[in-house]
Protein backbone atom coordinates (compact mmCIF):
# COMPACT_ATOMS: atom_id res chain seq x y z
CA UNK A 1 0.00 0.00 0.00
CA UNK A 2 1.18 3.73 -1.03
CA UNK A 3 -1.19 5.36 1.93
CA UNK A 4 -1.71 8.79 0.91
CA UNK A 5 0.70 10.11 -1.75
CA UNK A 6 0.58 13.98 -2.90
CA UNK A 7 1.86 15.72 -6.36
CA UNK A 8 3.56 18.04 -7.10
CA UNK A 9 6.19 17.41 -4.16
CA UNK A 10 7.39 20.87 -5.09
CA UNK A 11 6.25 24.06 -6.97
CA UNK A 12 7.40 27.58 -7.76
CA UNK A 13 3.92 30.07 -9.07
CA UNK A 14 4.09 33.33 -9.90
CA UNK A 15 1.10 35.56 -8.19
CA UNK A 16 -2.11 35.38 -10.00
CA UNK A 17 -0.89 31.63 -11.54
CA UNK A 18 -3.36 28.72 -10.63
CA UNK A 19 -2.89 25.05 -9.76
CA UNK A 20 -3.99 21.77 -8.79
CA UNK A 21 -2.59 19.44 -6.32
CA UNK A 22 -3.86 16.25 -5.69
CA UNK A 23 -4.16 14.01 -3.25
CA UNK A 24 -4.50 9.94 -3.66
CA UNK A 25 -4.84 7.49 -0.85
CA UNK A 26 -5.74 3.81 -1.12
CA UNK A 27 -6.95 3.03 2.15
CA UNK A 28 -10.67 3.24 1.26
CA UNK A 29 -10.91 5.70 3.34
CA UNK A 30 -14.09 8.24 3.75
CA UNK A 31 -12.83 11.16 5.31
CA UNK A 32 -10.04 13.57 3.60
CA UNK A 33 -8.23 16.76 4.42
CA UNK A 34 -6.37 19.50 2.90
CA UNK A 35 -4.11 21.15 5.73
CA UNK A 36 -1.04 24.08 5.86
CA UNK A 37 1.90 24.14 7.99
CA UNK A 38 3.49 27.32 8.48
CA UNK A 39 6.39 28.34 10.94
CA UNK A 40 4.73 29.43 14.52
CA UNK A 41 1.03 28.33 13.42
CA UNK A 42 1.07 24.72 13.15
CA UNK A 43 -0.93 22.78 11.30
CA UNK A 44 -4.66 24.85 9.63
CA UNK A 45 -7.06 22.59 8.13
CA UNK A 46 -8.04 24.17 5.10
CA UNK A 47 -11.03 22.29 3.52
CA UNK A 48 -12.03 18.57 4.17
CA UNK A 49 -14.67 15.87 2.34
CA UNK A 50 -16.23 12.89 4.82
CA UNK A 51 -17.16 11.15 1.37
CA UNK A 52 -17.43 11.48 -2.03
CA UNK A 53 -18.75 14.48 -3.52
CA UNK A 54 -18.89 16.55 -0.54
CA UNK A 55 -16.62 19.11 0.48
CA UNK A 56 -17.01 21.58 3.63
CA UNK A 57 -14.30 24.66 4.77
CA UNK A 58 -12.00 24.47 7.61
CA UNK A 59 -10.12 27.05 9.46
CA UNK A 60 -8.45 29.17 6.74
CA UNK A 61 -10.58 28.00 3.24
CA UNK A 62 -10.30 31.34 1.73
CA UNK A 63 -8.24 31.94 -1.85
CA UNK A 64 -8.56 27.76 -2.18
CA UNK A 65 -11.13 25.38 -3.41
CA UNK A 66 -11.63 21.35 -3.21
CA UNK A 67 -13.15 18.81 -5.18
CA UNK A 68 -13.42 14.92 -4.54
CA UNK A 69 -15.57 13.67 -7.54
CA UNK A 70 -13.91 9.88 -6.31
CA UNK A 71 -13.15 8.61 -3.04
CA UNK A 72 -9.88 7.91 -3.09
CA UNK A 73 -8.83 11.74 -4.78
CA UNK A 74 -8.94 15.00 -3.10
CA UNK A 75 -8.08 17.88 -5.44
CA UNK A 76 -7.12 21.52 -3.84
CA UNK A 77 -6.86 24.29 -6.08
CA UNK A 78 -5.42 27.52 -5.53
CA UNK A 79 -7.16 29.88 -8.29
CA UNK A 80 -4.95 32.84 -8.04
CA UNK A 81 -2.01 32.26 -6.12
CA UNK A 82 -0.50 34.86 -3.74
CA UNK A 83 2.64 34.83 -1.66
CA UNK A 84 0.45 34.45 1.87
CA UNK A 85 -0.57 31.16 0.18
CA UNK A 86 3.39 30.06 0.21
CA UNK A 87 3.52 27.34 2.50
CA UNK A 88 3.55 23.03 3.19
CA UNK A 89 0.75 21.77 2.01
CA UNK A 90 -0.35 18.14 3.36
CA UNK A 91 -3.25 15.98 2.50
CA UNK A 92 -4.15 13.04 5.34
CA UNK A 93 -7.11 10.23 4.94
CA UNK A 94 -9.22 8.62 8.08
CA UNK A 95 -11.58 5.90 7.95
CA UNK A 96 -15.16 6.55 8.77
CA UNK A 97 -15.84 7.43 12.80
CA UNK A 98 -16.89 4.81 15.00
CA UNK A 99 -20.28 5.49 16.61
CA UNK A 100 -19.55 6.79 20.19
CA UNK A 101 -15.76 7.32 19.75
CA UNK A 102 -13.24 9.70 18.63
CA UNK A 103 -12.28 10.41 15.10
CA UNK A 104 -10.26 7.97 13.74
CA UNK A 105 -6.46 8.29 13.09
CA UNK A 106 -5.45 10.62 10.19
CA UNK A 107 -2.87 9.58 7.84
CA UNK A 108 -0.93 11.94 6.57
CA UNK A 109 0.77 12.47 2.77
CA UNK A 110 4.52 13.65 2.37
CA UNK A 111 3.45 16.92 1.74
CA UNK A 112 3.58 19.66 -1.29
CA UNK A 113 5.85 22.46 -0.34
CA UNK A 114 4.46 25.36 -2.45
CA UNK A 115 6.30 29.13 -2.97
CA UNK A 116 4.33 31.84 -4.53
CA UNK A 117 6.46 34.94 -5.88
CA UNK B 1 -5.97 31.79 22.21
CA UNK B 2 -4.38 28.40 20.97
CA UNK B 3 -6.86 25.54 22.11
CA UNK B 4 -3.76 23.29 22.27
CA UNK B 5 -0.75 24.21 23.79
CA UNK B 6 2.75 22.29 23.34
CA UNK B 7 5.21 22.55 25.80
CA UNK B 8 8.17 23.02 25.40
CA UNK B 9 8.67 24.70 21.74
CA UNK B 10 12.03 23.42 21.27
CA UNK B 11 14.38 20.88 23.41
CA UNK B 12 18.15 20.00 22.77
CA UNK B 13 19.41 17.27 24.91
CA UNK B 14 22.47 15.03 24.60
CA UNK B 15 22.01 11.43 23.42
CA UNK B 16 21.04 9.16 26.28
CA UNK B 17 19.39 11.90 28.05
CA UNK B 18 15.34 11.35 28.82
CA UNK B 19 12.88 13.80 28.20
CA UNK B 20 9.20 14.59 28.01
CA UNK B 21 6.90 16.65 25.95
CA UNK B 22 3.59 18.08 27.02
CA UNK B 23 -0.18 18.97 25.18
CA UNK B 24 -2.42 20.75 27.32
CA UNK B 25 -5.85 21.66 26.72
CA UNK B 26 -8.48 23.68 28.47
CA UNK B 27 -11.49 21.17 27.17
CA UNK B 28 -11.85 17.85 27.24
CA UNK B 29 -9.80 15.52 25.06
CA UNK B 30 -11.56 12.79 23.67
CA UNK B 31 -9.08 11.60 21.29
CA UNK B 32 -5.04 12.46 21.59
CA UNK B 33 -2.92 11.82 18.66
CA UNK B 34 0.72 11.83 18.70
CA UNK B 35 2.92 12.14 15.70
CA UNK B 36 6.19 12.83 14.80
CA UNK B 37 7.44 15.11 11.68
CA UNK B 38 10.96 15.14 9.89
CA UNK B 39 12.22 17.81 8.13
CA UNK B 40 10.93 17.80 5.07
CA UNK B 41 8.55 14.84 5.28
CA UNK B 42 5.05 14.08 5.89
CA UNK B 43 3.48 13.18 9.87
CA UNK B 44 3.89 9.80 11.06
CA UNK B 45 1.17 8.59 13.21
CA UNK B 46 2.80 7.31 17.02
CA UNK B 47 -0.20 6.62 19.47
CA UNK B 48 -3.44 7.32 20.09
CA UNK B 49 -4.56 7.91 23.43
CA UNK B 50 -8.41 8.15 24.44
CA UNK B 51 -9.17 6.94 27.62
CA UNK B 52 -8.51 9.08 30.91
CA UNK B 53 -5.52 7.33 32.89
CA UNK B 54 -4.34 5.26 29.74
CA UNK B 55 -0.40 4.91 28.89
CA UNK B 56 0.81 3.55 25.54
CA UNK B 57 4.92 2.57 24.29
CA UNK B 58 5.97 1.61 21.65
CA UNK B 59 9.70 1.06 21.77
CA UNK B 60 11.33 3.71 24.13
CA UNK B 61 8.13 6.28 23.45
CA UNK B 62 5.50 6.63 26.23
CA UNK B 63 2.21 8.62 25.72
CA UNK B 64 0.14 9.33 28.77
CA UNK B 65 -3.53 10.76 28.91
CA UNK B 66 -4.50 12.73 32.54
CA UNK B 67 -7.56 11.40 34.21
CA UNK B 68 -9.62 14.45 33.33
CA UNK B 69 -8.29 13.96 29.94
CA UNK B 70 -6.77 17.41 29.22
CA UNK B 71 -3.17 16.63 29.55
CA UNK B 72 -1.04 14.68 27.36
CA UNK B 73 2.78 13.58 27.51
CA UNK B 74 5.09 12.43 25.09
CA UNK B 75 8.17 10.40 27.19
CA UNK B 76 11.08 9.19 25.68
CA UNK B 77 13.74 7.02 27.71
CA UNK B 78 17.41 7.09 26.57
CA UNK B 79 17.21 9.31 23.87
CA UNK B 80 18.96 8.79 20.31
CA UNK B 81 19.42 10.96 17.67
CA UNK B 82 16.96 8.75 15.16
CA UNK B 83 14.42 10.68 17.66
CA UNK B 84 15.31 13.97 16.52
CA UNK B 85 12.47 15.78 15.04
CA UNK B 86 9.16 17.66 15.70
CA UNK B 87 6.61 16.04 17.29
CA UNK B 88 3.18 17.12 17.51
CA UNK B 89 -0.16 16.75 19.16
CA UNK B 90 -3.59 16.20 17.46
CA UNK B 91 -6.97 16.26 19.49
CA UNK B 92 -10.64 15.31 18.91
CA UNK B 93 -12.35 18.14 20.89
CA UNK B 94 -15.40 17.35 19.97
CA UNK B 95 -18.28 15.67 21.93
CA UNK B 96 -17.09 11.75 20.54
CA UNK B 97 -18.35 10.35 17.37
CA UNK B 98 -19.88 13.36 15.86
CA UNK B 99 -16.53 14.90 14.93
CA UNK B 100 -13.82 14.26 12.37
CA UNK B 101 -11.57 16.96 12.50
CA UNK B 102 -8.42 17.26 14.49
CA UNK B 103 -7.10 20.42 16.11
CA UNK B 104 -3.31 20.37 16.19
CA UNK B 105 -0.92 21.91 18.76
CA UNK B 106 2.32 23.93 17.41
CA UNK B 107 4.95 21.31 17.47
CA UNK B 108 8.06 20.59 19.44
CA UNK B 109 11.38 20.44 17.46
CA UNK B 110 14.05 17.62 19.44
CA UNK B 111 17.31 17.77 19.19
CA UNK B 112 19.29 14.99 20.41
CA UNK B 113 22.91 15.78 20.10
CA UNK B 114 25.44 12.73 19.43
Known amino acids: NAGVTQTPKFRVLKTGQSMTLLCAQD?????MYWYRQDPGMGLRLIHYSVGEGTTAKGEVPDGYNVSRLKKQNFLLGLESAAPSQTSVYFCASSSRVRAGGPTDTQYFGPGTRLTVL | SQELEQSPQSLIVQEGKNLTINCTSSKTLYGLYWYKQKYGEGLIFLMMLQKGGEEKSHEKITAKLDEKKQQSSLHITASQPSHAGIYLCGADMGSGGSNYKLTFGKGTLLTVNP
Open chain 1, 27 to 31: MNHEY
